[in-house]
């Protein structure tokens, strides 16, 4: 038995775990699927959305675990993991990046994100500095993070997304090393249209993973493909 933490990305929230963790669970595997401040049933408003209010949420989470976790961030909440492995590395058994960015010290989403010709997130970001937030275009939705799933299941995800904080978004990882002990392993997903597999395969290759295996599916195998995610992840429990 293992327990696991997974991290959801950027607009989504503890719920686009839920196939997996059932998975995971009627395998007698122990899991805490967490919302990050400001998404799913968390409330807490945009000023209190920030990569350190991330991490520190998912530090929680591993120490609540009372056992060594692997640590699981889909998309942008691989930056949440990577900066919360720097407080709690002997907490994490493995860190496990499902589709996800992959930072070195001090980089950014942004710095990560840019230079992606074929991605459709970037290109399709709406930004209201107002309100410090920045969202998805309606339209590209689908296509960007949804492309192989059922209509059901893109229907009922678009519905749950919500505004991504920009102070969030744009602030650089702070490592000092104190996790590069810590074994890794790289989902890839080869149909992505939001990280596409070349830029998952330039990051993975600037920051090397014990491990890499692919998923022939989309941006979301925690629905497109949630057997199979559950499969790997269950691979890697050390």
Known sequence: MTAFVLVHGAWHGAWCWQRVAQLLEARGHRVDAI????????????????LEAYAERVRRAVEAAGE?????GHSMGGMSVTQAAEHVPDRIAALVYVAAF????????????????DALVLPNLVVDEAAGTVVVAPHALRDAFYGECSDEDAGLAIARLVPESL?????PVSLSGRAAGVPRVYVECLRDRAITIHRQR????????????SLDTDHSPFFSAAAELAD?????VP
């Open 35 to 50: 919302d990050l401040p400001g998404h799913g049933e968390d409330r807490t408003p945009v000023a209190g959305m920030t």
């Open 68 to 72: 060594r976790v692997v640590l699981v």
């Open 102 to 117: 992959l930072p070195r010290d001090g980089q950014s989403l942004p710095m990560l994100a840019e230079g992606d010709p």
């Open 167 to 171: 102070a969030a978004m744009g602030a």
């Open 202 to 213: 330039e990051m993975h290759g600037a920051s090397p993973c014990a491990r890499v295996v």
């Open 232 to 236: 790997l992840l269950a691979s890697v």
